[in-house]
């Protein structure tokens, strides 16, 4: 199981370091002088939020990862919407990102004002944030590269064709990490974020009547669970029934047996490209 956490850790080590060309000076001390505070502040403050709300951690991977695969991890997601400008945020397939995790980066950054006045960028704090809420439940430590500038445009037109959606085929979805330069061994690695939180109903509801790579009673189950949608779009089911608060590989070992929650989870076991790497995730 270490192997399997580690693996999909030194890819997101390497996923958090996107950056633009003239960011690309990044270091793991980059604080230290400037705010020397800096780790513990982020720590407190995301410690304090997930024991309070038991979602942000899953809540604050995603929102992380669809900060970096659109223009790089430069905290272009945090930035509000105008009457005049519709910002990433906004794209629909961003509606669903939880308060839960844009509240820690508001709080630490208001924290961090008045330790090191304009000093520590949202895009580090998003960064670090990501890693100590992962280690709290139960991901490995990593040392994060630091030293983003946050970007100020941020476009809804940008989202589309950036991130993947659990209804793309499986080529369409390799294809989008390949031009981003992850190999398919490491999209399949980034998939076990998947170990946390939960998925609208909407995003699979339609697959649960004649999608056959389902266990037919964790089916009919997840039908029962959805059976109000769309009356109330806000029902969710735990993208890993069996530990869906812990970061373990256990994600990987549903898969074989018919319990992947989304179409593209049934994908990264059914895929030929991807079932090896699966099956090595699960084994680890």
């Keep these: 199981m270490a192997m399997a956490k580690g693996q999909l ?29 800096f780790d513990k502040i982020i720590q407190e403050t995301v410690t304090n939020k997930q024991i309070t709300s038991p979602s942000t951690a899953a809540g604050t991977v995603r929102l992380f990862f669809h900060d970096c695969l659109v223009n790089g ?14 910002v990433e945020r906004d794209a629909d397939i961003n509606l669903f990102l939880l308060s839960d995790a844009f509240n820690p980066v508001t709080r630490a950054k208001t924290t961090l004002k008045h ?21 709290m439940v139960g991901g ?8 983003r500038k946050d970007y100020r445009i941020s476009k809804s037109s940008y989202v589309e064709g950036n991130l993947p959606r659990p209804t793309m085929p499986m080529s369409k979805i390799i294809s989008m990490f390949a031009a981003k330069g992850f190999s398919v061994q490491e999209m399949v690695a980034l998939s ?38 769309p009356k109330n779009p806000t ?28 179409e593209s989870d049934h994908g990264l076991y059914n895929d030929p490209h991807d079932k090896s790497f699966c099956e090595d995730l699960c084994q680890g």
């Design 9 to 37: 850790f030194l890819i997101l080590i390497s996923f958090s370091s996107l950056v633009y060309p003239s960011q690309s000076r990044l270091s793991y001390n980059y604080y230290s002088k400037s705010c020397p505070s």
């Design 73 to 86: 991890c430069d905290a272009s997601i945090l930035v509000s919407s105008t009457p005049f400008n519709s």
């Design 115 to 135: 330790a090191s006045p304009n000093t520590v960028s949202c895009a580090d704090i998003l960064a670090a944030a990501t890693r100590d809420l992962v280690t």
């Design 140 to 147: 490995p430590y990593y040392n994060v590269l630091l030293g």
């Design 192 to 229: 076990g974020a998947h170990t946390i939180g939960f998925s609208h109903c909407k995003e699979f509801k339609s697959y649960l009547y004649n999608d056959t790579h389902y266990n037919q009673r964790f089916a009919k189950a997840l039908q029962n669970a959805c059976a109000d949608y």
């Design 235 to 262: 029902l969710s089911v735990f993208n890993d029934i069996m530990t869906p608060n812990k970061f373990d590989n256990v994600y990987f070992d549903n898969l074989g047996k018919g319990l992947g929650l989304l």
